[in-house]
């Protein structure tokens, strides 16, 4: 069925949180694109990185490719690296790689109004780009694709405080009641749904944090129209999709990184740890990719398309260099000596994809090319 969201995609993407509204304003104004957290965090199968972010293993890793690292100096760089992922914030039990390669996308057909309603959600919502932020748009098709429609009628529970959460969902039709209950001093909820703390309608999401956690859910969420369409997202097929992309990617990225002259001294295990560790991201024709004067954050690397640097002088912009290759490099000058970009480096005019990797992880991985980047500086 076509999506019925009032004011259309650019009318969803506020987020309200359900377990942070007063219990004592239950007449708060009908939510459209809020996102409600329902689910209480309990993380599961996780490990914790820098400043105790949690990351979802990847599913592809052995003992067997850390045989050869020379035991001190690869120790270093693994306690420095330990925790580290490609994104934050996503905890999942461990997959194997079997899994991951035998999985079967689901795909549930949909009108394109439907799926650009869909993405305009995910893109809208900070929690769901917490989450698929980092996708291209082939995973992001996928995790579209995996979202079912179920339809709800009046006074149905579509989840309930307690149970355990295994999916999350969006509404494309009707509205929702959500309420929170207080247990008693036993720890018990003694079949009440409690107060009432927000009401949501097309467009809303909530329960997503079930998709990164094994936890109950903190609140009830209930029917109020005479019948509600939502679509829904389950756990299994987010893991797995994420998985793959995750997989897809590292195999893409370890094959030509290590034909990368640059790398050429960094063991398997640590350009497996740099293929996972790199975003990639689309530029526009003409746009900056960094700029002259601004703090660094960033080591770029060309994946694909042209980009060039230019310097401001008192004459005006010159262009100073042209990147075209795939694995050329720019921006270590501002990491290597912690001092302002020294150049503008802007995407060509049919724009370029860019990998790029943090300071931090610049630090800790790339250790062992630093002395040879700063002598091509010098």
């Known amino acids: 069925p076509r999506p019925r969201w009032p004011g259309g995609p650019a009318a969803m993407g506020s987020e ?42 990847h599913p592809s890793r052995s003992g067997d490719e850390d045989e050869n690292m020379d035991a001190a100096e690869d120790q270093r760089r693994l306690d420095n690296m330990k925790g580290k992922s490609r994104r934050a914030g996503v905890a999942a039990p461990a997959i194997s790689a079997t899994e991951v390669k035998d999985y079967v996308k689901p795909v549930y057909a949909k009108i394109p109004e439907t799926v650009q309603a869909l993405k305009a959600v ?32 009046r006074g149905e529970h579509v989840i309930t405080q307690g149970d355990e959460g295994d999916c999350l969902y969006i509404i494309n039709e009707g509205t929702v009641d959500v309420f929170v209950a207080r247990p008693d ?7 009440s749904k409690g107060t009432k703390v927000v009401s949501l309608s097309s467009g809303a999401l909530f329960g997503e944090l079930a998709l990164m956690y094994s936890a109950p859910r ?8 005479d019948v509600s369409r939502l679509w829904r997202l389950d756990r299994e097929p987010f893991k797995m999709l994420l998985a793959q992309q995750s997989q897809n990617q590292y195999e893409m990225y370890e094959g030509w990184l290590s034909e990368v002259a640059i790398l050429s001294c960094l063991n398997k295990y640590e350009l497996s740890r740099l293929s996972e560790l790199l975003e990639s991201t689309l530029y526009d024709p003409d746009e900056p990719i960094i700029t002259q004067g601004e703090p660094g954050d960033k080591f770029y690397m060309l994946e694909d398309g042209v980009c060039a640097a230019y310097i401001q002088g008192p004459r005006g912009e010159r262009k100073v260099k042209e990147y075209t290759m795939r694995g050329q490099y720019f921006g270590e000058i501002a990491l290597l000596n912690n001092e302002p970009r020294k150049a503008t480096v802007r995407a060509g005019e049919k724009g370029a994809l ?22 091509d500086i010098g």
Do not use: Y
């Not at 300071?359 to 090319?369: T, V, Y």
């Open 16 to 57: 309200a949180s359900c377990c942070a509204a007063s219990p004592t304003s239950p007449d708060k104004a009908q939510g459209r694109g809020d996102s409600v957290a329902v689910d209480e965090p309990q993380v599961i199968s996780t490990e914790r990185g820098a400043g105790g972010q949690r990351h979802m293993r």
């Open 122 to 153: 995910i893109k809208g919502s900070d929690k769901l780009q917490v989450l698929f932020g980092h996708l291209d748009q082939a995973a992001l098709d996928d995790i579209v694709n995996a979202f079912q429609e179920t339809s709800r009628r």
């Open 185 to 191: 001093a036993q720890g018990k909820l003694n079949g």
């Open 218 to 225: 903190a609140a009830t969420v209930c029917i109020t129209s």
């Open 354 to 375: 860019v990998l790029s990797v943090s300071a931090d992880d610049f630090a800790n991985l790339l250790g062992p090319i630093q002395e040879m980047l700063k002598k």
